[in-house]
């Protein structure tokens, strides 16, 4: 949540994205700066006599702000959207087009390590793991849970066309 009134340059930035019809909140951007999703406003001194510093808007951040508003759904995990991001981004251009930002490698990483943590073919294996030395005990444990855990996807791998069992 926005701690109080978004700066001139989100201001700025939100009106880009609503001129582009992509709706971006205050309040998300300050999220996702926090985590590490947004690069900061670009920051340049007056000159002379003429203040300290303004802040400048950023294409990258304009950019990274409209992927992120593509992918992310309030209320979901938003690792998953951040790997969508990081495919769209490795995708073909159309000529003349330019390039999309891609998402910091950090937050690309955290997702992955994530998404495989949670995966059977790991927890196969940390189970194998946990095993391992067990003797027949062990391995009997070990093909009941792979047992149980590969069920869903039966034959999936070798599946063809018309051999679709429920």
């Known amino acids: 949540m926005a701690r109080g009134a978004p700066s001139p340059t989100d201001q700025q930035v939100i009106r880009e994205l609503s001129g582009r019809e992509v709706v971006v909140t205050a309040s998300q951007s300050e999220g996702w700066r926090r985590a590490g999703l ?6 340049r001194g007056l000159g002379r006599g003429r ?7 950023d294409p990258v951040a304009v950019e990274s702000a409209a992927a992120l508003a593509r992918h992310l759904r309030q209320g979901r995990d938003r690792r998953p959207a951040e790997l969508e991001w990081f495919a769209e981004a490795g995708l073909p251009v159309r ?9 910091p490698i950090g937050a690309v990483r955290e997702a992955l390590v994530r998404v495989l943590e949670r995966s059977v073919s790991q927890r196969l294996v940390a189970f194998a793991r946990s095993v391992a030395g067990t003797g027949e005990e062990g391995q009997d444990a070990l093909h ?21 069992r429920c």
């Open 144 to 164: 009941e849970v792979a047992g149980r855990l590969m069920k869903p996807y039966h034959g999936a791998a070798n599946r063809t066309e018309g051999s679709w």
């Open 95 to 103: 000529p003349g087009a330019a390039p999309g930002p891609e998402p």
């Open 38 to 43: 947004l690069p900061r406003h670009r920051r």
């Open 51 to 57: 203040g300290s510093v303004v802040d400048t808007v």
